[in-house]
Nanobody
Framework: QVQLVESGGGLVQAGGSLRLSCAAS????????MGWYRQAPGKQRELVAN???????NYVDSVKGRFTISRDGAKNTLYLQMNSLKPEDTAVYYC?????????????????WGQGTLVTVSS
């Protein structure tokens, strides 16, 4: 199994910056992809950004040019640098890892989630 622990959320004014961190532990060798999701009050959880083992990153349109996702393999840590924050970025941000579980010839992709960290952007 994979365990994830986020940190770095908080209160920031519009236009400010925050960096979220996600420390992974457990069966980290089985991780295929990691990403950040967010869930605003009354809304569904949405993908913000993800990154492959090869370092290819994808972003939701609303954060392109403002957010940067990165990984530090040596520290088993995922980051989300958030710049030019807007009030609409306010949400609980969750770290996600997709990892492979093999039982004999059966291969299953599972999701691991962190506990979430709150980001509040004031206007």
């Amino acid at each position: 199994q994979v365990q994830l622990v986020e940190s770095g959320g908080g209160l920031v004014q519009a236009g400010g910056s925050l960096r979220l961190s996600c420390a992974a532990s457990g069966s980290i060798f089985s991780i295929n992809r990691m990403g950040w999701y967010r869930q605003a009050p009354g809304k569904q959880r949405e993908l913000v950004a993800n990154i492959t083992l090869g370092g290819i990153a994808n972003y939701v349109d609303s954060v392109k040019g403002r957010f940067t996702i990165s990984r530090d393999g040596a520290k088993n840590t995922l980051y989300l640098q958030m710049n030019s924050l807007k009030p609409e970025d306010t949400a609980v941000y969750y770290c996600n890892a997709k990892y492979t579980v093999r039982v004999f010839t059966d291969i299953t992709i599972l999701d691991a989630w962190g506990q979430g960290t709150l980001v509040t952007v004031s206007s």
